[in-house]
């Protein structure tokens, strides 16, 4: 059975980054990253596809998503759930290549520096996977060219031995010689280590105060080096490489309190990448939340297998942890990180968009059934018309989108002048021009309005034969109106409505103020003899608006015009009366 994907479960789609897990009855089919997992996924469903990609949207029947912390953490976690799962709309790589690691090998005297797929070996700190080979290729470069690090495979051990080409060639100051101290090297080491991290602050300043250095004593080749280095590192957008890998497998729990409901994320580490992830309602419970989260590792965990580490920002209970260890019979670790609470945040947000998810169908679900409405009311529509005793009538039709305003869908309609105020006639017109747009309908038309209203805009739509949920709203009272009842709203959902309907009054006068200071200034022009509404055009064509007008000279204007002199200086009497 097909999933019926609409705009509203699109819309509590998190706009963050991560990886979209497509579904057929519980079997993974499809695996993507996102930079943004709302835009990516709505893509798939609100366009036009190639025969794949539609066969593949209509086969979906349940959707999960994993929040990572960048877009790149998204691609790795893809390419591991990919390897893990093999997907079939998913395209399966032969070689089964990963990517590449910057390596540091501390089994080596003098570290050295290099390139590798591989993650597994001891005594090596792996510092990736870089899914952008040039910035890797930067950090090498910036490893020799700066911090002069070891990148040949040279052995060094007690006797010195000849140098290589690197040290011919100025990328090596030989360490295989013995004549420097391992202990400058190290230092190095970890100043580079440093700017991998993200820390760059202190190598720029160094870099910087090495470049005046040079430029004082005319060094300037070495300057120029040096110059350049330092855009090199500048240009090296992430401040932290992608994602650092962890040593041991990790569970950590996020949490989001919504008042009545707790919803508790459990994500899995495993190897160094997110695993799984899963999501727990806990409801009625009056305790604080470490005591929350606390009963909740003590029982999820009797029914799953931790890790040997569980991360968690709250202060749990010591006894929770003997327990652990001493029912899984092995050591059971639950820690609270006190700096970096990365991982932490990753997982409190895959918690709170779970309830996003589940909070805006129940408030939906809320407005149809008091509306009594044919659909869920993800798109409305409110118009409103502004005039001054039925001249320059305006009409005004916003959008919204889910609670909030979707400004590119404002529009606005020149209603003409009414010899007379004639709402009814006015909301007809209206109505007209709306449908004439040939723009989609939105699910629900609201109309700034009482019953009277109401009727005419129904009197449009049944001509047409249009039929689509629509309610007025009468100022006073802030009654509702439908096609059959008055209808008192709760105050939640009239605060929606009412929002709505005096956004669509405060466009509506924002262009009814422009349009009537408009036609004034056109009239009081027209009231001068010898300028008629030609020249008026003209006037307005050239200079934009009378100020632009009065900045300048008298005879210039008449110059550039060929207005005679006498009529421009009466223009600039009257307006600056």
Not at 55 to 68: A, E, G, M, R
Not at 249 to 260: E, K, L, P, T, Y
Not at 431 to 455: A, H, T, V, Y
Request: contains cysteine; hydrophobic residues 35%.
């Amino acid at each position: 059975m097909a999933f019926k994907i609409d705009r509203h479960f699109l819309s509590t789609l998190p706009n963050e980054p991560g990886v979209y897990i497509f579904k057929e009855e519980g079997r993974i089919i499809y695996v993507g990253k996102a930079k943004n997992i709302k835009k990516r996924v709505s893509s798939y469903f609100l366009k036009k596809h190639d025969l794949k990609t539609e066969l593949l949207s209509k086969t979906v029947d349940n959707i999960d998503f994993i929040i990572t912390g960048s877009e790149v953490d998204a691609l790795i976690l893809e390419d591991k759930l990919i390897k893990k799962y093999k997907p079939k709309f998913n395209i399966q790589l032969r070689d089964n290549k990963t990517y590449p690691y910057l390596a540091i090998d501390y089994n080596l005297s003098f570290p050295r520096v290099y390139k590798t797929r591989e993650n597994h070996r001891k005594g090596v700190i792996y510092y990736g996977p870089f899914t952008d080979i040039e910035t890797l290729n930067s950090f090498l470069k910036i490893a020799v060219d700066f911090f002069s690090l070891r990148v040949c495979k040279t052995k060094i051990g007690d006797k010195p031995k000849k140098v290589c080409l690197y040290y011919h060639i100025g990328k090596c100051p030989g360490y295989c010689t013995l004549s420097i101290d391992e202990s400058i090297y190290l230092e190095r080491l970890q100043k580079f280590k440093s700017l991998i991290l993200g820390n760059r602050k202190n190598v720029l300043q160094e870099l910087n105060e090495k470049m005046l250095e040079h430029a004082q004593k005319l060094e300037f080749e070495k300057a120029a080096r040096i110059r350049d280095l330092i855009r090199f590192i500048e240009k090296i957008k992430s401040k932290t490489i992608v994602y650092f890998r962890l040593k041991k497998d990790i569970d950590v729990i996020g949490m989001f309190n919504s008042g009545d409901t707790f919803y508790i994320s459990v994500l899995s580490f495993r190897e160094g990448y997110i695993a799984s992830k899963n999501i727990i309602k806990v409801k009625g419970i009056d305790l604080p939340d470490n005591d929350i989260v606390s009963q909740f590792i003590s029982r999820y965990y009797i029914e799953n297998s931790p890790a040997g580490i569980i991360m968690s920002r709250f202060e749990i209970s010591k006894t929770v942890q003997k327990f652990l260890s001493s029912y899984h019979k092995r050591v059971v670790k639950i820690v609270k990180p006190k700096k970096s609470l990365k991982l932490v945040e990753i997982a409190d947000k895959n918690a709170k968009h779970q309830f996003i998810i589940e909070s805006n169908k129940i408030k939906n679900y809320k407005l149809k059934e008091t509306l009594k409405l044919s659909k869920d009311p993800l798109t409305i529509e409110c118009f409103d018309i502004a005039t001054i005793e039925g001249r320059w009538a305006v009409g005004s039709s916003v959008r919204f989108y889910l609670d909030k305003p979707d400004k590119s869908n404002y529009r606005a309609y020149n209603l003409g002048d009414y010899s007379s105020p004639d709402d009814y006639e006015m909301i007809k017109i209206l109505m007209l021009k709306r449908i004439g747009s040939k723009r989609d309908l939105p699910d629900l038309m609201i109309i700034d309005g009482g019953k009277g209203q109401l009727n005419a805009a129904l009197e449009i739509l049944n001509f047409f034969f249009i039929q689509i949920d629509i309610i007025s709203i009468a100022k006073r009272e802030e009654s509702i109106y439908t096609k059959k009842d008055i209808i008192k709203l709760p105050i939640s959902s009239l605060k929606l409505i009412t929002s709505i309907r005096d956004e669509a009054h405060r466009f509506a006068n924002v262009l009814h103020d422009k349009i009537r200071s408009k036609r004034l200034k056109y009239s009081l022009l027209e009231s001068i003899k010898g300028i008629g509404k030609k020249r008026v055009k003209e006037l307005y064509k050239k200079y934009g608006s009378i100020e632009n007008i009065l900045n300048k000279k008298p005879e210039d204007v008449s110059k550039e015009t060929n207005i005679p002199i006498d009529i421009v200086k009466q223009v600039f009497s009257l307006y600056k009366k």
